[in-house]
């Protein structure tokens, strides 16, 4: 007998997964969705999979959460087994530990298609999305490249679903962990703003004693700055100044574009590195 072929999408809490997952709904209804939880999510996250869970009518199986045992592999499991050494983008062992392994777990031996949300127009010449997983039951789908489906196209899909963005996308357009280090700096200060627990939060980390550390220096989620730092007054207003700066210039140069947009240009035009495509699409 032929074996199953199962159909998989992994949610972020961000848009692109989360307007594919609205779009393959109807298309392919024996979809599994499922969530990769670090248990250092935003609040907003949560929230959105709530009502993403509810417009989907099945549940998001949540990885990583062993609600029965009670043992959960999460951010801290994981801190614990690299004794203490927290990941940045040169040692990204969260990504590998907290995303693909437990997604590699989820399907194990099954033949599997994976749904993946890189958008038509992410599709530029030289573009690799990178490998979600190398074993070869898993075969990746790119649904929204395949239909031409753009940026504008996922917010409209969202909105004509009433699902709408994730509440974080006030201040911040990345889903993932609190404290992740592909966090630009003006998501930083949005973090401090609206979850100044989590921000202190953040900074413990950075202020905990790393005893495998081989030399005195202080580790920083982001680069040559540490949130103590980035927190002085004179810095947060220099931040905002220069986001405000290239909010304005990006206004003149598309004024059609609405203020989401313009914001999520921004921020995408900050980077100087590709963020986590399993941890932000
Ligand atoms: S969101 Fe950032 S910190 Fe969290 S698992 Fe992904 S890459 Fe690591």
């Given at each position: 007998?032929?074996?199953?072929?199962?159909?998989?999408?992994?949610?972020?809490?961000?848009?692109?997964?989360?307007?594919?997952?609205?779009?393959?709904?109807?298309?392919?209804?024996?979809?599994?969705?499922?969530?990769?939880?670090?248990?250092?999510?935003?609040?907003?996250?949560?929230?959105?999979?709530?009502?993403?869970?509810?417009?989907?009518g099945?549940?998001?199986?949540?990885?990583?959460?062993?609600?029965?045992?009670?043992?959960?592999?999460?951010f801290d499991?994981?801190?614990?087994v690299?004794?203490?050494?927290?990941?940045?983008?040169?040692?990204?062992?969260?990504?590998?530990?907290?995303?693909?392994?437990?997604?590699?777990?989820?399907?194990?031996?099954?033949?599997?298609?994976?749904?993946i949300?890189?958008?038509?127009?992410?599709?530029?010449?030289?573009?690799?999305?990178?490998?979600?997983?190398?074993?070869?039951?898993?075969?990746?789908?790119?649904?929204?490249?395949?239909?031409?489906?753009?940026?504008?196209?996922?917010?409209?899909i969202?909105?004509?679903?009433?699902?709408?963005?994730?509440k974080?996308?006030?201040?911040?357009?990345?889903?993932?962990?609190?404290?992740?280090?592909?966090?630009?700096k003006?998501?930083?200060?949005?973090?401090?703003?609206?979850?100044?627990?989590?921000?202190?939060?953040?900074?413990?980390?950075?202020?905990?004693?790393?005893?495998?550390?081989?030399?005195?220096?202080?580790?920083?989620?982001?680069?040559?700055?540490?949130?103590?730092?980035?927190?002085?007054?004179?810095?947060?207003?220099?931040?905002?100044?220069?986001?405000?700066?290239?909010?304005?210039?990006?206004?003149?140069?598309?004024?059609?574009?609405?203020?989401?947009?313009?914001?999520?240009?921004?921020?995408?035009?900050?980077?100087?590195?590709?963020?986590?495509?399993?941890?932000h699409?």
């Amino acid at each position: 007998m032929q074996q199953k072929i199962r159909h998989v999408l992994g949610l972020s809490g961000g848009k692109d997964s989360s307007a594919l997952a609205v779009y393959m709904r109807d298309r392919v209804p024996e979809m599994e969705y499922f969530f990769s939880d670090t248990g250092k999510e935003l609040p907003e996250t949560y929230e959105y999979l709530d009502k993403l869970e509810a417009f989907l009518g099945k549940p998001i199986v949540r990885l990583n959460m062993d609600s029965d045992s009670n043992r959960n592999r999460d951010f801290d499991h994981w801190l614990d087994v690299y004794k203490g050494l927290l990941p940045s983008s040169q040692v990204r062992w969260c990504t590998v530990n907290l995303k693909i392994r437990p997604f590699e777990e989820y399907i194990g031996e099954d033949r599997a298609y994976h749904y993946i949300a890189i958008r038509a127009d992410e599709d530029r010449v030289g573009y690799k999305p990178p490998k979600i997983s190398s074993l070869p039951n898993i075969q990746p789908k790119y649904p929204f490249k395949e239909d031409g489906i753009t940026k504008a196209d996922v917010y409209r899909i969202l909105e004509e679903n009433g699902i709408g963005l994730p509440k974080y996308y006030e201040w911040r357009t990345r889903s993932g962990c609190y404290f992740c280090f592909f966090q630009r700096k003006s998501e930083w200060v949005g973090l401090l703003e609206k979850h100044p627990d989590l921000f202190e939060l953040a900074k413990a980390y950075e202020e905990t004693p790393n005893k495998n550390a081989k030399t005195d220096e202080q580790f920083t989620w982001c680069q040559g700055e540490s949130l103590a730092e980035l927190s002085q007054p004179e810095r947060i207003a220099e931040i905002k100044a220069n986001t405000e700066k290239a909010l304005a210039f990006k206004k003149e140069d598309k004024p059609n574009l609405r203020l989401v947009e313009i914001f999520t240009d921004v921020l995408d035009d900050e980077d100087d590195e590709e963020p986590c495509l399993i941890c932000h699409k």
